[in-house]
């Protein structure tokens, strides 16, 4: 069982930066992707950015440019800098890591952005 703790979730105006964490109770090494979805009131979640074990990223195309995802496996943590914040990147955050292709979710953190 792999568990997962998000923070860094905040109030930012528009235009301004948050930076997610994502600590892991076990070795990042034996982590496969890692990645954070979100969700929005009365909306699905979905795939902000993931990251594979040997740094290949990917991201949403609603943040590319935007958004960062790292990842830092000796810490077991994963982090995404969020920068040029929009109003509509307000949701509640989600850390999601594959092992053994099995999903684990943290319980998110909220990230509210106002115009």
């Known amino acids: 069982q792999v568990q997962l703790a998000e923070s860094g979730g905040d109030l930012v105006q528009a235009g301004g930066s948050l930076r997610l964490s994502c600590a892991a109770s076990?070795?990042?090494?034996?982590?496969?992707?890692m990645g954070w979805y979100r969700q929005a009131p009365g909306k699905q979640r979905e795939l902000v950015a993931s990251?594979?074990?040997?740094?290949?990223?990917t991201y949403a195309d609603s943040v590319k440019g935007r958004f960062t995802i790292s990842r830092d496996n000796a810490k077991n943590t994963v982090y995404l800098q969020m920068d040029s914040l929009k109003p509509e990147d307000t949701a509640v955050y989600y850390c999601?890591?594959?092992?053994?292709?099995?999903?684990?979710w943290g319980k998110g953190t909220l990230v509210t952005v106002s115009s």
């Open positions: 076990e070795s990042g090494f034996g982590l496969n992707a």
């Open positions: 990251i594979t074990r040997d740094g290949t990223t």
């Open positions: 999601n890591a594959l092992r053994l292709g099995v999903p684990y």
